[in-house]
């Protein structure tokens, strides 16, 4: 099955830094790579995808890459807030047979510092 | 519209106990996804019910079961709980099930507290 490995555990950064958190995936047949922001006492949220045909997606100050070769796609936060602060999971949508499920990283903390 | 919603918000139970947790999911989506949560474990998928049925099974044991109702509501259940069920359980909706580019919204969860 999918195995989807997530780095780093915790980021921490300065307000207005960039933030980068990478994940890597096991199946070359996963082919949609979305990103979960997770706050305190809330259920993940969707914050951007990327489906396998795309290289880059971008939305506002959040870009998702995708280097399908390498099996590798990172998040890219750009001119950090404190309310970027959370948990962000990758996850990868993965398959056997005709069922897919999605296996998620084990997430990184990030934290914005003033 | 509104979001997916899952009740209760929070449970206690004590070993050996059974449990339902209940989630709707949003207007029109027809896929519903079970994940358990845990600090060690991460997010593990439990199983995903489309059209009433269950479509994929994630590795859990059989204490772990759920179902779909005919509005796409659904329920799981876990019975003999265990210390180590104790967890968030997040339900997840999406417009469609399978090979499809499926965007899934997740719920707020049920935290389960297994004494």
């Known amino acids: 099955g999918e195995n989807v490995e997530q780095h780093p555990s915790t980021l921490s950064v300065q307000e207005g830094d960039s933030a980068v958190i990478k994940c890597t995936y096991s199946d070359s047949a996963s082919n949609y790579f979305p990103w979960y922001k997770q706050e305190l006492g809330k259920g993940p949220q969707l914050i951007i995808d990327i489906r396998s045909n795309v290289g880059e997606k971008k939305d506002q100050r959040i870009a998702v890459t995708l280097n399908k070769t390498a099996k590798h796609f990172s998040l890219h936060i750009t001119e950090t807030q404190p309310e970027d602060s959370a948990v962000y999971f990758c996850a990868a949508r993965g398959y056997t047979g005709t069922a897919s499920k999605l296996t998620f990283g084990t997430g990184t903390r990030l934290q914005v510092t003033l | 519209k509104a979001g997916v919603t899952q009740t209760p918000r929070y449970l206690i139970k004590t070993r050996g106990q059974q449990v339902t947790l209940s989630c709707s999911p949003i207007s029109g989506h027809r896929s519903v996804s079970w994940y358990q949560q845990t600090p060690g474990q991460g997010l593990q998928f439990l199983f995903e019910?489309?059209?009433?049925?269950?479509?994929n099974k994630g590795n859990f044991p059989g204490r772990f079961s759920g179902r779909q109702f005919s509005n796409s509501r659904s329920e799981m259940n876990v019975s003999t709980l265990e210390l180590g069920d104790s967890a968030l359980y997040l339900c997840?909706?999406?417009?469609?099930?399978?090979?499809?580019?499926?965007?899934?919204?997740f719920g707020p969860g049920t935290r389960l507290t297994v004494l």
């Open positions: 019910y489309f059209s009433e049925t269950q479509r």
């Open positions: 997840a909706s999406s417009l469609r099930q399978g090979r499809s580019y499926n965007e899934q919204f």
